[in-house]
């Protein structure tokens, strides 16, 4: 009798155990008391998508934005595109803003990424952000002045600030620039990570 009031404490002890793991299991976007978007310390961790630069010897020699670029997806978000090929409710990309240098390498004249300059974000969410275009609300962790730390979170970006520019260029990849990650490209709705390759 009681070894087998010990052994169902047990399992329900477990049980709960279990559930609590579960419920763990948080989304990336995580908000302050006030509703601001917290920065994920743990970005670098996710899926890197793709890069891409625009350097002033390329627009005239004032490019609006001389500056080299590298996407991060969450891991969730990730695995919901490639199995699905959308972007689901909680999807996380992070834009790191780095500052484009040019050098003279042994591969060849170049340009290399300097320093981060800022973190732009998005995040999917159609009940937060029911009233944005695609339902993404649009933010940014800005360098502090004068201090090598970035802003800790960040409220929500206005549409004239962000997100008119992604709905004019755009709207067709529900408002992601694809065209720039090959790794999105090749991975959506495919259930495979990784380069294209033939059927064995
Ligand atoms: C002038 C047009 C323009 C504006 C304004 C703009 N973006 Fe973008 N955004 C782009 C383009 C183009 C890309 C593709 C990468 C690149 O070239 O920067 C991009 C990429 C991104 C990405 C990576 C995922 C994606 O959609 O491709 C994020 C995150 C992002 N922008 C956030 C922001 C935030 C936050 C703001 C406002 C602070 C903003 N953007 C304002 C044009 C714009």
């Known amino acids: 009798m ?18 609590s793991t579960v419920g763990l299991a948080q989304d ?21 998508v793709g890069a891409n630069t ?5 627009n005239d020699g004032k490019a609006p934005f ?8 969450d891991r969730a978000g990730y695995d919901f595109w490639k199995t ?3 972007f689901k409710d909680g999807t996380f990309l992070i834009k790191e803003v780095m500052s484009a240098t040019r050098y003279e390498g042994t591969t060849g004249n170049g340009y290399a990424a300097g ?17 944005d275009a695609g339902q993404w609300g649009f933010f940014r962790f800005p360098k502090l ?26 709207s067709e990849t529900d408002m ?15 259930g495979r990570s990784g380069v294209p390759m033939k059927a064995d």
């Open 2 to 19: 009681f070894k087998n009031l010990l052994k169902s404490t047990l399992a329900s002890a477990f049980l709960i155990c279990g559930m």
């Open 28 to 48: 990336a976007a995580q908000y302050d008391v006030e509703g601001q978007l917290k920065l994920p310390t743990d970005y670098r961790e996710w899926v890197f």
């Open 54 to 58: 625009s350097p002033h010897e390329l």
């Open 66 to 73: 001389n500056e080299m670029r590298a996407i991060y997806i």
């Open 84 to 86: 699905n090929g959308t």
């Open 115 to 131: 320093d981060i300059v800022a973190l732009a974000a998005m995040v999917k969410d159609s009940t937060r952000f029911a009233e």
């Open 145 to 170: 002045k004068d201090s090598k730390y970035f802003a800790k979170t960040s409220e929500q970006y206005a549409e004239d600030r962000c997100s008119y520019c992604h709905v004019a260029a755009a």
């Open 176 to 190: 992601v620039f694809l065209e720039h990650y090959p790794v999105l490209r090749d991975a959506q709705g495919t």
